[in-house]
Structures are given as C-alpha cells and as structure tokens.
C-alpha cells in the first residue's frame, strides 16, 4: 500500500470541511418534521459517492427513508465487500445541553483529543464512521490501489429501527451479493488501544401507557380513592428489578448464553480503569447486576431500562392532580440467543399482569432485532487484525460491544454473509447524548486503516 498517509495529509482539510456540511444538515428520521432534511442528505451521499469513485449510484425508495447504493465492479473474479452505514441521526435533545448547536458542527481541542474533536449530533454515530468509508473509497480509486470490488449501501432509519432495509434486503439478495460486509459504527477501546467488536447485543423496546380515570382528577378531592396512573407505572417499574438488579420477567434468562470462565477471563484482559470510568461519568459508584463485572454488565449480560418517562404536570408552578394517563419507554438489550421478539411478547405478558386494579395497560412493541457474535477465524476478522496492526503498531482486542446493530444478524440470514465491525469511535464520544463528538485523530485513522482490510482480505481470499 503506498502513499496513503501522503494521500490524507494532503486533503485532511477537505475531508474535514466535506464531513462538516454533511453535519450540518439535521438527517433526524424519528422526527417528521426533518424529512426534508432527511431526503436531502440521502441527496447528498449519493453526490458523494459518485465523487469517490462509485459506479452505478442510485437513491433506492422503500416505505420509509430511501437507500443510497453505488458500487465499483473492477472484476467479477474478485471478492466483493458491501460497505453499510447510515445517513440519519439521533434526536439532539436535550437542547440546552449541548455547549454548541447540534448542526453547526465545531472542532474543539479535548484531553483525549489534542488534535481536536468535531462536536455534533451524528459526528460519530454514524455520519462521521460511514463518511471514513466514502473518502477511502476516494482515496483507493485516486491512487489506483482498489484491489476488489465494493457496494456501497447507505441507509436513513437506522435509528429508528431500519424497519424498511428488511424488505430492501430481501428484494436484492444478487445487488447485494458479496464476500464480507463491513460496518464502522462501533468503537475502540483507546486510541492507542485498537480493537474490533465481535458481539452485538440485540435489542427489544416498546412503550408502555397506563390508564386510571377518564379525566386528569384533582388530587384533594380524589387522592387516596382514585389508582393514580404515575404512582401505579412507578412500581411496576421498579418491580422488574429485584435487590440484585435481576430482570424479573419469567423466563427473561432461560435462553441467555453463559460464557465460560476462560471466556470472561479473556475479556478481563482489556485494559480498563474503573476510577476513571466513574470519573468520566461523574458518579462515585457503578451499578448493575450483582456477581458481574462493569465491562461484563455492559456486553455480555441483557438489561432493562427506562428510556423516558411521563405523565401529568411537567410545567412551570404547581398544579394539584392525579393524571388519567402515565407514560414509559423501555428498552432491552439482549444477548445473543436471545429472541427479541420472543422476550418483547415475555414482557408483555409480565407487565399486564402485574398491573392492579383500576388501571389499564397497553404495550406497545416499536422495535428490535437480534444480537449477533462472529468469529475471529474468520478471513474478515484476519484481514481487519492485519489492517489496525499496520496502521496502529499493535495487534486489535476482540471485544464483545453492549450496543446494538439489530440488521447485522439479518444480513448473515439473507445474504449468508459475515460482518466485520471496525469501529473507531470511543465509549467518551456521547453518541446518543448532548454533545456528541468524533476525535479528528480516529476520522482520518479510520480513512488509513480501511484500505489496509481491502488489501488483506482481496490477498487473504487469492
């Protein structure tokens, strides 16, 4: 591989500037109010495909967001890699949160990153780590050092669920067809310690709303007589824990995969500093379910969690009453075995009958999808170990991640392929929360390191 870094160092400013305007456009699918904005960043990776090299680059229509897909075919008799990402992003609230605006993206220097960091919402999850793909694409394509074959598919609904790729997917099995499918929209451990995630966990979340009276009720003249919707939904909550942070639900772990001691030996091998975990969070204890580790809680072991919660007054003053309705999110990340669907319709049978008298419950399942392991023999795997050694000086940490990819377990059951998750994003980086960043160091890492895989994977498969 010759002149990569010469290639980047010459037009790191540009591949700045370029992923700022991408940026700067709110892409937010769970909000209709941004659809515009979402079809006119799926406008805009096509442009930018179509800029780095890509042939046959096309807006796909589904039901919902379109796909955006552009491939570089340079011989049949090659392997073929299909690049996924996605081009929506979270919802930035809460708004006075963020010390920037969310979509006038700004690079501040930090203690992790002194090169600079790039604040806004979709930074790094998923407009900054897919962007890495689009410009090593350029740079292989400018440089002549493409050695197979690449699809690109971009999405718009990954944050909601990517309920439209299902059928995309199943539509063009032979588009699709490929050798290995690579994703970055995962993490690392530290930026001088690179590794690949080999787990995802799965992923159930629905919404729950309780109903007491048929008005909101004043609470002196009906307080203590009337099931109050809050205090009802705030228990059962609660009921789903018990004193060791166990779920609760019957039969929520009789299909969770319990790894071995050598296993979870392995995975203690990861460098990881429990103060400074606490420290970066700002809180002096961690929390979770008893006879596990934090790193284990947060990968290996499903969990539960409130994802928001309403009901009543929430305005400025007081205002004495008993809502007729009470609100929850939740969602529940599983572990691989796990059926999500399976475990939402265990939910709701649980939650309905643990509900007293005088209320009514609904459960409503949004989405979900299933975890996913690969293996670390795998070609893909080797030639992703291969690519972070040349680029990092050291070998990559297979780490298992607790987040969730719901799609990549379709993949492998309709394309019958793997996935190899290169991630250069860290846990600091606040995707999902105020403040979101993407150090500008792991960017243009990201964009060294990708044609590396090509490299090895096209000599690994000869």
Not at 35 to 49: C, F, G, M, P, R
Not at 391 to 409: A, D, E, L, N, W
Request: hydrophobic fraction near 35%; include cysteine.
């Amino acid at each position: 591989m010759q002149n990569i870094k010469k290639y980047i160092d010459q037009h790191k400013d540009r591949f700045l500037d370029e992923l700022t305007e991408l940026l700067k456009i709110p892409s937010i699918s769970a909000d209709s109010a941004y659809k515009n904005d979402v079809l006119k960043t799926a406008d805009h990776i096509k442009a930018s495909l179509e800029k780095a090299g890509c042939e046959n680059v096309e807006i796909c229509e589904t039901k919902g967001y379109p796909i955006v897909y552009g491939d570089k075919i340079i011989d049949k008799n090659l392997p073929t890699v299909l690049v996924y990402g996605h081009y929506d992003v979270q919802p930035p609230d809460p708004i006075n949160l963020w010390n920037s605006p969310p979509f006038e993206p700004v690079i501040k220097k930090t203690e992790l990153h002194p090169e600079g960091a790039i604040f806004a919402r979709g930074a790094c999850d998923d407009k900054g780590q897919m962007y890495m793909h689009v410009k090593a694409m350029e740079l292989m394509t400018q440089t002549n050092q493409l050695p197979c074959n690449v699809k690109f598919m971009i999405e718009g609904e990954e944050e909601v669920g990517s309920s439209s790729l299902s059928d995309f997917v199943k539509e063009n099995h032979e588009k699709l067809s490929n050798d290995v499918i690579l994703i970055s929209d995962t993490g690392m451990i530290a930026p001088d310690v690179p590794s690949i995630t080999t787990g995802l966990r799965g992923l159930s979340y629905v919404e729950v709303e309780i109903t007491g009276p048929n008005r909101d009720l004043h609470s002196g003249l009906y307080g203590g007589a009337v099931a109050n919707p809050i205090n009802v939904l705030t228990k059962m909550i609660a009921s789903l824990h018990d004193e060791n942070n166990h779920i609760t639900i019957p039969g929520f772990y009789d299909k969770v995969e319990e790894l071995s001691k050598e296993e979870r030996a392995e995975m203690a091998k990861a460098p990881f500093s429990l103060d400074n975990y606490k420290k970066a969070l700002d809180i002096d204890a961690v929390y979770g379910e008893a006879g596990y580790s934090t790193n284990e809680r947060n990968s290996i072991r499903p969990t539960l969690d409130v994802n928001g919660i309403w009901g009543g007054y929430t305005g400025e003053g007081a205002k004495t009453v008993i809502a007729s309705q009470a609100f929850a999110k939740i969602s529940m990340r599983l572990v691989p075995n796990q059926d999500w669907k399976e475990i939402t319709e265990l939910f709701k049978k649980h939650f309905e009958s643990i509900a007293p008298e005088g209320v009514k419950v609904k459960v409503t399942p949004h989405h979900g999808g299933q975890g996913y392991v690969t293996p670390i023999d795998s070609v893909g795997y080797q030639a992703a170990s291969k690519a972070y050694a040349d680029t990092f000086g050291k070998t990559p940490i297979p780490q298992r991640s607790g987040g969730s990819i719901p799609i990549v377990s379709l993949f492998e059951q309709e394309l019958k392929s793997k996935t190899i998750l290169m991630g250069f994003g860290l846990d600091s980086d606040a995707i999902h929360s105020p403040n979101e960043h993407f150090g500008v160091w792991n960017y243009l890492k990201g964009i060294e390191t990708i044609p590396y895989f090509y490299h090895y994977f096209t000599e690994l498969n000869k």
